[in-house]
Structure formats: C-alpha cells, structure tokens
C-alpha cells in the first residue's frame, strides 16, 4: 500500500522528485476578489451584527480542524453584498492574519449557509481546482512546514499580526503533486476528520439524551414508580420543601452540591516547570477543555501531588472567565487554577455532571456579573446551589440509564482523540511525499 520515492530537497524541505513547488498566488482561481481580507473596522461593527442574516466568520469558528459552524453573529445580505470582496463560500479557506495566528478552516462542500463575510482578522483564498484540491492545500496550510510558511513574516508587537498579510499569503509555497494524488491524500485525511465530525455530532446526541432523561426524572419527577408509570402524574406522594420553593417527593432530600462531591482547584502550574523533556505533563487550562491539548498547550513538571493529575473521564469545571464542565477524554494532564476537578466518594459520576450543568447558567450568569475582567464564581455559589437526592432504589435505577451514556461519552472523546493523534502523525509525513498514497496518474 505504501511506496517509497526519491526526493529532492525544496524551499519547503524535501518532496518527491516528481511533485512541483508553486505559489498560493499561482493556484488562487481568476475569478474576481480570489485573494481577499476581511472588511477594514470601519466598514463593518457591532451596530452590524444580527441574529440571523449572512453569518460572519470569526476566529472562534476555525479551531482545531474543524470549522465550526454555529456560534455566528450574522449581518444583512444588504451589508453582505456591501463587502462583496469579503464574502466567502464553499470549498474556500479561511485564515485568520491578527489575534491567535494560524488558524486555517475550510467551508465545507454541504454547508448549510450560501455564503458568509470573513471578520476583519481573516482572509479568504478560493482555489483553483483546475490545478488543486482545496481541501489538499487546507491541509498542507495545517501542517507544521505549512505553518511555518504561512507564520514566516509576522509581527509580535502589540497584537500578533502578519506583516502585509495579503501579500504574505500570496508568497507562501507549497508542494504540488498531481491532481490526481492530491485528491488521495486529502480524501486520507477527510475519512479520519469525518470520523472525528461523526463522533462529535453522536457525542452531542448521547449528551442530549443524558440531559433530557435526568431533566424527566430530578427537574419534572416522572421517573418510574412501582407499577413502572410516571411518579407525578401517577399521583406520587409530594412534599413542599421551603429551600427550593417548591414541591418534591416525599423520599428525596436536599443537599448542597459542594456536599455531594468534592470539588478540587488546580495549581498555579507555572510554580511547577518541566525538570526534563520527558517526564511532562500538558497543562489544562480553560482553553484545553474546549480544545483538547494541542501543540500550543502548556507543559509542568509530572512531579505533582497525584490528586491534580488529570485522566480521562474524569469531570473538570472551569469556575473563572470562561465557564464550561466537561468528561475530560484528551488524555492525562495537569490541573491549573481556576479549573475544578469534581469528584465523589458517595454518589456517581453522572449525578454531579448533571447537576452542575443545572447550574451553569446561574454560575455564568453570576460571573457576567463580576466588575472585573474575569468574572468567576466562589465556594459559597456552590454551598447555596441546593440538589435533589433521591431514595438509593431510584437512585440505582437511573443508574442503569446514566452509566452506559457516561462510558460511551469518554470512549467517543478517547476515540476521537486517537484519530487526530493518528491525523497528525500522518500530516507532516504525506505532505512531504515521505508516505506515497497509491494512486494511478495517467
């Protein structure tokens, strides 16, 4: 399946001796505004922004390798047509040339959206697919010597920047195999990025039923009773408890949630540097629990008290700035500061997941309210965030629910991981022809 080639040495390293070297200008389309930015400030504000309209793409729709597309603020197709220049579509590359650098995404061929407007800190390239696969040069720009290309002109001042970012992207290089075999290796890397995308919408589905079947049971007490029909509108016994305001059966308790699981805050990590470069952890911090760890994360001495060491599956809440819980499923890691890692000795894992996402919109809603720049919550939010305990025979019972939904989630997160480790060994190695996918070019 794999064949050796013999390479040459090029401005982007060694390739295979029958691959080209080219220009991104040279393999931009002719069509009209090919090579394009994002509207200059002036043209395009706040005062723009809908919620619905053309979507406008911003840096948080481009992480990791995945194009996100949802979290728009959108403008008017008036506003659209205004900056023409800025409009982007299908099958073209989005690049962002200020803030968080780097970052590449690729419209993909069944977007739901016609066409959207690149922020001010991006820019748009639409191939030419006569001479390339999009999709090939999306991954050639993701690779590390790609990388190294695209970042070779820019600027730490202030806020990271490229130098002349059109002109800079007009001069980055790439290889250039035939069509034909970029077309193999980009479909290589789509079947394992496919992968990961399916595993991500499953993940999204089992978390919604997870979510749904404890709102049936702790929010709206229809659990099954003896006779298996729903306890509340069944007629089961209900008590008025004066904490909640509300009514709950008569069997349950309260407790806080700080009383049925612990919750750990992280070390401030940079008072623990790497003593080598082996024995490391990565470091998680907020933008991990979105992300995953990445080549840009953090690493720390593996020398620390064994209770802040992070594996998968376990529960992680960030508390400061950006609020989020999540099964962690990256891989072992280090826990920073402003992240908790939740744990239980008394009751399961799905009970306290669940509940603190009950709660995080109140917590957010409590850290939007800070007057400072990161806003955050305290141990007594979580000492005043009351939590139904139901008897230990119901209690067993949604077990039996829950569990196999938390495993499948930790073993989709894990899975999807092992992909992308495997997406980005591969990367570097057929986007250097080192590894030839067999193709037949006529």
Request: glycine letters at 6%.
């Amino acid at each position: 399946m794999i064949k050796e080639q013999r390479l040459k040495q090029t401005e982007v390293g060694m390739i295979p001796e029958d691959w080209d070297i080219t220009y991104v200008e040279s393999i931009a389309s002719h069509e009209k505004y090919s090579l394009s930015m994002g509207p200059f400030g002036s043209n395009i504000t706040k005062d723009n922004f809908l919620s619905r309209g053309v979507p406008v793409i911003r840096g948080n729709n481009l992480t990791a390798y995945r194009f996100l597309d949802s979290d728009f603020v959108f403008v008017s197709e008036q506003k659209a047509n205004e900056l023409l220049s800025s409009n982007a579509r299908a099958n073209d590359i989005v690049i962002t040339h200020r803030g968080t650098l780097g970052q590449v995404a690729i419209i993909p061929e069944n977007s739901k959206y016609k066409r959207y407007v690149v922020s001010q800190s991006g820019m748009k390239l639409t191939c030419d697919r006569q001479q390339v696969d999009p999709d090939f040069v999306f991954y050639w720009l993701k690779s590390p010597r790609g990388q190294q290309e695209l970042l070779k002109n820019t600027s730490q001042t202030g806020v990271p920047a490229i130098a002349q970012p059109l002109s800079s992207l007009r001069k980055v290089m790439l290889p250039k195999p035939h069509i034909v075999e970029q077309h193999a290796i980009a479909k290589v890397f789509s079947a394992l990025d496919s992968k990961i995308e399916l595993n991500h919408q499953m993940d999204k589905t089992l978390e919604a039923i997870g979510q749904a079947t404890f709102k049936h049971w702790f929010m709206d007490f229809e659990f099954p009773n003896e006779e298996g029909k729903p306890y509340k509108s069944s007629g089961g016994e209900m008590v008025y408890n004066e904490e909640l305001g509300k009514e709950m059966p008569k069997s349950w308790e309260t407790k806080p949630i700080d009383e049925i699981a612990d919750f750990l805050n992280g070390l401030a990590l940079q008072n623990y540097p790497p003593e080598n470069e082996t024995d490391v952890l990565p470091v998680i911090k907020i933008r991990e629990l979105r992300q995953g760890i990445s080549e840009s994360t953090d690493r720390a001495s593996a020398n620390i008290p064994k209770q802040y060491i992070v594996d998968d599956g376990d529960v992680l809440f960030s508390w400061s700035g950006s609020l989020e819980v999540v099964i962690w499923a990256s891989g072992k890691g280090a826990l920073n500061q402003h992240l908790f890692k939740v744990t239980s000795a008394n009751f399961p894992k799905w009970f306290y997941y669940h509940w603190i996402l009950q709660y995080l919109p109140e917590y957010r809603h409590i850290a939007e309210g800070k007057a400072t720049t990161m806003g955050h919550i305290q141990r007594h939010h979580l000492k005043s965030s009351l939590v139904l305990v139901p008897d230990e025979e119901t209690l067993q019972r949604m077990d039996k629910i829950q569990v196999p939904i938390i495993e499948k989630l930790i073993q989709i997160g894990v899975q999807s991981r092992r992909l992308s480790q495997i997406r980005d060994m591969l990367l570097p190695k057929l986007m250097s022809g080192k590894i030839r996918v067999p193709v037949e070019v006529r």
